[in-house]
Every structure is written in structure tokens, then in C-alpha cells.
Nanobody, 123 residues
Framework: QVQLVESGGGLVQAGGSLRLSCAAS????????MAWFRQAPGKEREFVAA??????VYAHSVKGRFTISRDNAKNTVSLQMNSLKPEDTAVYLC??????????????????WGQGTQVTVSS
């Protein structure tokens, strides 16, 4: 049984920073892709970033502002979010699985999800 628990969300002003963390328990192998998605009210869930070993992928909208990192020894993945914008407001969810390389950004390939943590960016 895989469990993912996110933390670190909150309210921040535009231009500020937040760091999200996702703690994984259960059978999470180092070969798993760990990813962050987000979902704003009334919108579909969208990909944010993913990581496996030293390889990372980012959504165009966050590239250069967000950084994903991973600590395999502690089974955690983090998302450092800088220069936050009001449009970054969403529930951020951690996901884990073994998607194909071209599927890292597709939620359909992830079977393990956390409950999410709210990020609100005020203007």
C-alpha cells in the first residue's frame, strides 16, 4: 500500500515563495517517477513537474520558477516554488508511479495520489 502525504501549502503574496513536500510510505521504489500536479477550482488537473533520478520535467508555465527535488533515502519529493503568481493558486497533489517516458506529464499513468495541499497566491 502506497501512501503520499503533502505538506507546506498556505497563503502567500504574489512574488513570494513556498516549499511543498510529499512524504511517501509503502512500496515506493527509487525507479518510480514522482510528480506534482495541481487543480484550480473549475479547472482540470494539470501537470506541474516530475522527477526520476536526476531527470526532471516541468510544465512550461512553471519552468524557471519552480524546482522539483527528491530524497530517495527519506522517500520525499519537494517542490520549491518561487516568484509565485495568482494563477498558481490551486490544490497541489503529489503522484507516484512508473509512467512511460512520454507519459510523465499525463495523470492517467499515475495510480498513487496524495490528498493535496492548498496553495493560495494573493495579488
Amino acid at each position: 500500500q502506497v501512501q503520499l502525504v503533502e505538506s507546506g501549502g498556505g497563503l502567500v503574496q504574489a512574488g513570494g515563495s513556498l516549499r511543498l513536500s510529499c512524504a511517501a510510505s509503502g512500496r515506493i521504489l527509487s525507479t518510480y517517477v514522482m510528480a506534482w500536479f495541481r487543480q484550480a477550482p473549475g479547472k482540470e488537473r494539470e501537470f506541474v513537474a516530475a522527477i526520476r533520478w536526476g531527470d526532471t520535467v516541468y510544465a512550461h508555465s512553471v519552468k524557471g520558477r519552480f524546482t522539483i527535488s527528491r530524497d530517495n533515502a527519506k522517500n520525499t519529493v519537494s517542490l520549491q516554488m518561487n516568484s509565485l503568481k495568482p494563477e498558481d493558486t490551486a490544490v497541489y497533489l503529489c503522484a507516484a508511479d512508473t509512467p512511460p517516458i512520454m507519459g510523465w506529464s499525463m495523470e492517467k499513468f499515475y495510480n498513487h495520489w496524495g490528498q493535496g495541499t492548498q496553495v493560495t497566491v494573493s495579488s
